[in-house]
Nanobody
């Protein structure tokens, strides 16, 4: 089982990035999949999650509501995080994670598999 996160980069305040999380060895449509981030010197924070396809719910932490959108493409076994109106405080390493879970997701679940992280840097 492997999760491959990508899409990070350097962007100016107000810019956009789309992160991708590709699963191999698992079918993400049966899993709750989440994005976490960890900024230097700070604890890891759950940003957003998307439930398995049969439940089809999403969650966002308050600080990203209205700016970030999580979605999935089952044909590509990929979960995306579209990040718009980026702010310097969004700067962090972003990780995707997944756990087999067939109810509404949450960032407090015991996520079993983790991607390697992708760095997002937002300049002011």
């Amino acid at each position: 089982v492997q999760l491959q996160a990508s899409g990070g980069g350097l962007v100016r305040t107000g810019g956009s990035l789309r992160l991708s999380c590709v699963g191999s060895g698992i079918e993400l449509n049966y899993y709750a999949t989440a994005w976490f981030r960890q900024a230097p010197g700070k604890e890891r924070e759950g940003v957003s999650c998307i439930s398995s396809t049969n439940v089809d719910t999403t969650f966002y932490v308050d600080s990203v509501k209205g700016r970030f959108t999580i979605s999935r493409d089952n044909a590509k076994n990929t979960v995306y995080l579209q990040m718009n109106s980026l702010k310097p405080e969004d700067t962090a390493v972003y990780y995707c994670a997944a756990v087999p879970y067939l109810m509404s997701c949450g960032v407090n679940l015991d996520y079993r598999w983790w991607g390697q992280g992708t760095l997002v840097t937002v300049s002011s």
